[in-house]
Structures are given as structure tokens and as C-alpha cells.
């Protein structure tokens, strides 16, 4: 496994940090991208597409595939030379798996950076220095404590899974976007919820990880 690169706080500031959910050993079927500040969805799996027209203020959620959100997220890093971040490994093995793009499988194995690495050697020099008490559970629920941040009632470990799997199979059975069910609707603005959350917290603590002293 290839070491992160040392980064700096300027650069943890103006990263683009990305999200993929989905199922296990499966396409991913969305991707939130936070960019300062302000956080974008792309659904991903073409059998949820219609799930767009669920509009709510709270969120922006459009349809496009994987090789056209990393083809943006090319553009973007480039131009406005920002490092693309995520909370672990996983989203460099998605784009690794999934991408059929060769070129933009190479540009983001260069220029990802995999936050956990940088966090967790944060924590533990604060627990070295007894500011904390020392991190086992490595989770980023775990670390989103240490800046006082937590998941939105009914989000959190587990859920983005079985609600994906939930709504899909009402689509399966013929449902309408403005057929399904009130709790589908509910799991869909948690799923959002969920992936936002993780994204922002990410974001937070790798600019905490590397701020000034």
C-alpha cells in the first residue's frame, strides 16, 4: 500500500473530498463530493436514477456515471490544483474495481489521499500528549467525537446498505417515484443524510489533523 502524501493545511482546506455508498461487492450507487463547503450528490446506479426527483432544499442530487464524475473531478483537481480526499482506503478501490477508464484510474491513484492515515496519527499524538484518551475503535463515528460532531437521528453505521436494497426492490416491483412509501422516502433523505455527514466530518478532521499548532 503506497503511503499518503504529507499534506499541508492549505491543502486540507481546499481539498475535494468524496463518498462513495452502496452495497458490498457492488457498483457503487452514489457519490457525495464536498468542496468548500458546499456538497453535491451523484446517483450513480442507473436503477435508482429516478430517486433525482425527490427534491428537498437540503440537498443537490443529479444522475451521471462513474467515469463522468471522475472525468469532473479531474478538471476540477487540475485546475484548481486540490487533492482529492476520502476517510479511508475504500474509494480508491472502488474507482480501482469499477472505473474502465485506465488514464483516470492512474490520475486518481495519484492524487488521493487517504484521510484515516492522517487522522489517526493525529488522535494519537493527542492521547500521547493525555489531551485525549487513546482511539481503539478507528471508526470515523469514533473520531467525529473527538470535534464534537455526530450522525442525524436514524443515520450511522449500517443503514445505507439495507435502505439501497430496500428501495431498489420497490422499484423492482414497478413503484413510481411518487409511489413509494413514505419510509422509503425517509430512507432515501437518510442515506443523504448519512453520506453528508460522513463527508463533512471527513473533511473537518483532516483540517483539524494538520491546522498549526
Known amino acids: 500500500m503506497t503511503p499518503s502524501p504529507k499534506i499541508s493545511s492549505q491543502q486540507a482546506r481546499r481539498a475535494i473530498t468524496i463518498d462513495f455508498e452502496g452495497n458490498m461487492d457492488s457498483a457503487p450507487s452514489l457519490i457525495g463530493i464536498h468542496v468548500e463547503g458546499t456538497v453535491r450528490h451523484f446517483i450513480l446506479e442507473p436503477q ?3 430517486l433525482t426527483s425527490l427534491t428537498n432544499r437540503n440537498y443537490v442530487v443529479e444522475r451521471s ?3 463522468s464524475v471522475l472525468a469532473d473531478l479531474d478538471r ?6 486540490r487533492i482529492i480526499s476520502g476517510f479511508t482506503e475504500h474509494e480508491k478501490v472502488i474507482v480501482e474495481t469499477y472505473c474502465e477508464n485506465p488514464v483516470l484510474v ?4 495519484s492524487v488521493y489521499v487517504n484521510a484515516k492515515k492522517t487522522i489517526g496519527t493525529w488522535a494519537n499524538r493527542r492521547a500521547h500528549a493525555g489531551e485525549i484518551d487513546k482511539v ?6 469514533t473520531y467525529m467525537g473527538l ?3 455526530k450522525y442525524k437521528p436514524g443515520c450511522g453505521i449500517n443503514i445505507v446498505g439495507t435502505s439501497l436494497t430496500k428501495l431498489r426492490t420497490q422499484f423492482q416491483q414497478g413503484r413510481e417515484v411518487g409511489a413509494l412509501s413514505s419510509g422509503a ?8 443524510s448519512h453520506n453528508t455527514t460522513d463527508l463533512t466530518a471527513t473533511h473537518a478532521l483532516l ?3 494538520v491546522s498549526p499548532k
Request: net charge positive; charged share 35%; hydrophobic share 40%.
Open 48 to 50: 435508482l436514477g429516478p
Open 136 to 141: 481503539t475503535d478507528r471508526s470515523l463515528q
Open 207 to 209: 483540517k483539524a489533523a
Open 106 to 109: 492512474d490520475w486518481f491513484s
Open 147 to 149: 470535534i464534537g460532531m
Open 76 to 81: 476540477m483537481s487540475r485546475s484548481e490544483d
Open 65 to 67: 456515471d462513474l467515469e
Open 185 to 192: 422516502k425517509r430512507r432515501w433523505w437518510r442515506i443523504l
